[in-house]
């Protein structure tokens, strides 16, 4: 398939100059610092030290985290690792610091999100989120338009007709090893649901616009993701039947074997988050991934944390998408990821 146009193409290896990074120096730090953690061994997550509660109680935050889609478990007024990455993901939707704290600012726009989420039944809690943000104009819709200025996650499903899609200036593949069977059925289902409840639908802000990062679930039928594009309003539990029957398990086969040319390694049973930046480059043996292994995922809950990550750290960060991005906030990111969710889940392909 030819590369495309326009945004999605201009973006191609990182700058070197005045302190950027070149192909050499961002294998060599970042596949060591990989390496290493690696090499390190299993070790225990960091336990973050618990936020601090202003104006509300730590039960109501959860609470209104909670009702807002950013799972902080049960309310059970103990702010410990899960409230605070709650609370992380809540201040990066909400353009705040990422302290983790429930500072009084944080707590501001928490209280404005729930208030506009509970005041209008039927409001997308990412779009009370994003109405609460200070300076935004919170009756006016996210729409497409309104998108423009920054990178928008989006997800939808996908059929072989249709990929790579070149028109987006990223995308990420969610890529299972092998098909569905009677014996992890389960597994493929709470990660459809977990992909559903973490990433806004295209058509939720109107429509494919040149700046989206986007997801795919991909398909077999291009009759089957019309409809179940068409059915983005529905709950993931009525559309994730059909998605985990229709897998298209030889297009993920493919998008391994396009990775493998960058020298992603395979290991682990999946499945796995591909994502290709810029779109344009799949294929090639110097596309840049990022890659997400959830082989050790157990659980919806998990899953749509690490999917609520990847959208908010990885699909909403427009840095990623600008021709010579710094190679220290990769760096970062891997270190951070590393640290908090253990070494080896999230790392970097590239070999320039």
Known sequence: ??????????????????????????????????????????????????????????????????????????????????TRAAVIRFQQAARLPGTGKLDPRTVHVLMGAHRILKAQPGLAP??????????????????AASAQASI??????????????????????????????????????????????????????????????VTIWPLKSPATARALNGRWREPASSICNIAIDDYDNVLAAKAIEAAKKAGFDEQGAGPFLLGWLPGAKYGQADA???????SHVEDYEMAQSLFQDWKYDIQSDPDLLKPGF???????????????????????VWRG
């Open 126 to 143: 990412d779009e009370a989120t994003r109405r609460a943000i200070p300076g935004t104009d919170s009756t006016r819709p996210f729409t």
């Open 1 to 82: 398939m030819a590369q495309g146009s326009g945004p999605a193409a201009e973006t191609s290896a990182p700058d070197t100059r005045n302190g950027l990074f070149s192909s050499h120096v961002l294998q060599g730090l970042l596949g060591n610092h990989i390496k290493n953690e690696h090499d390190k061994g299993p070790r225990a997550t960091k336990v973050p030290p618990r936020p601090p509660v202003s104006k509300v109680s730590t039960t109501q935050a959860q609470t209104m985290l909670n009702d807002l889609g950013f799972d902080a478990g049960v309310p059970d007024g103990i702010a410990g690792p899960r």
């Open 326 to 348: 710094r190679l220290e906030k990769l760096r970062r990111k891997v270190r951070r990821w590393s640290d908090t969710r253990g070494p080896g889940l999230f790392s970097v």
């Open 152 to 213: 928008t996650p989006v997800r939808r499903f996908a059929h072989a007709d249709e990929y790579p899609p070149e028109r987006y200036r990223g995308y990420g593949l969610i890529v299972f090893k092998s098909g569905v069977s009677s014996f992890d059925r389960e597994r493929h289902r709470f990660f459809c649901e977990a992909y559903m409840t973490s990433i806004l639908h295209v058509r939720a802000i109107g429509k494919d616009e040149p700046n989206q990062f």
């Open 288 to 294: 840049l991934i990022l890659t997400l292994d959830l």
